[in-house]
């Protein structure tokens, strides 16, 4: 039996955007938890904390876009069609939130609040579209023939605005777990404040979403809740619920790695529930993955590149946060 290149290529960017979630979204989420402190010393921290990889980071972003346009041509041109404002202001938003780490080093002490401002804004708008995308993404797109059928603003909806507020708070989370591994003292402690506060916030999100979800769209619910689906499909709520428990727990007891490797868990549930939802349609509601493939001659042709290069950015990944790995110190900067 031959290997299903469309479910390979569909794994393979599902793995792009969790490894883009996982390495952007701890750096994001201290562009978002900046306004919350006031300290320029403790702000440095942050931004040293991430200065080494952020930039690498992104690789994944770009893979997963790459890749769905090779794989994917007609999700690629809905998407990109139905999507276009708020993908156009989030590649705005990371283009001037890059600017604005890089300036923020080198500006004269009276511009460097300005910069401030900047990559907070960038990191927050940023972040709020690709929530506004995901959720736009659930709701699905209307398809004639091969084309968009909807609006330019059919996004400007109630759930998709909701899960670009969700977003926001599952990377401040991710944010703030970073930053109780890499810094220490008071800065430490006043992360460890607020993990419980934001973890509460995004529970009541993927509540409200679970919720939202089922009622909504009856497809998805018939997917949860029918037999035998509802068992094979517990753990997921379940596993959530025993992570967050661990997150609050080794928060009290002030270990450092741990809240990190829970927040992680949280939000890979969340998704992984997502998929769960839509699968096996890339545009929802109608257009599965198999509809939306390139040929097969394409996908075989895209394959090889990505198994000789998806290794090396992997090994570039681990290198680069060994050698940076351990607390910042805040009397040394990164540039």
């Not at 042709?301 to 570039?316: E, K, N, Q, S, T």
Request: contains cysteine; proline residues 6%; glycine residues 8%.
């Amino acid at each position: 039996m031959g290997v299903d290149l469309s479910v390979l290529w569909f794994g393979i960017i599902v793995f792009a955007t969790l490894m883009y979630i996982t390495m952007d979204g701890f750096d994001l989420g201290i562009g978002i938890l900046m306004p919350l402190i006031k300290s320029d010393e403790q702000k440095d921290v942050m931004v040293n904390s991430v200065a080494p990889v952020w930039d690498g980071n992104e690789t994944w972003l770009v893979l997963g876009g790459a890749s769905l346009f090779g794989a994917f041509p007609l999700a690629y041109a809905v998407i990109i069609d139905a999507l276009t404002v708020p993908l156009t202001v989030m590649l705005i938003a990371l283009i001037f939130r890059g600017v604005a780490f890089e300036f923020r080093f080198k500006a004269l002490l009276s511009h460097q609040v300005f910069w401030d401002k900047a990559f907070m804004v960038g990191s927050l708008v940023a972040t709020f579209c690709q929530g506004i995308v995901v959720g736009a993404v659930i709701e699905g797109f209307p398809v004639e023939g091969r084309q968009f059928a909807g609006g330019a603003f059919d996004w400007l909806a109630p759930f998709p605005l909701f899960c670009g507020l969700g977003l926001v708070i599952a990377y401040a989370l991710l944010g703030c777990t970073w930053l109780t591994m890499k810094t220490e003292g008071e800065q430490q402690a006043t992360m460890y404040q607020l993990a419980p506060k934001i973890l509460l916030q995004l529970l009541a999100v993927i509540g409200v979403v679970s919720v939202w979800t089922p009622l909504a769209y009856p497809e998805i619910a018939a997917r949860w809740f029918s037999l035998p689906n509802l068992i094979y499909f517990a753990p997921v709520p379940l596993l959530t619920v025993l992570l967050a428990l661990l997150l609050v727990i080794s928060v009290k007891k002030r270990r450092e790695i741990q809240p990190f490797v829970a927040a992680l868990g949280i939000i890979f549930l969340g998704f992984s529930g997502l998929g769960i939802s839509l699968w096996p349609n890339i545009i929802p509601p109608d257009v599965s993955i198999w509809q939306a493939a390139a040929p097969p001659q394409s996908q075989g042709f895209m394959l090889v590149g990505a198994l000789f290069i998806i290794p090396f950015i992997l090994l570039y990944t681990f290198w680069s946060y060994t050698v940076f790995s351990g607390k910042v110190d805040p009397q040394e900067s990164y540039h």
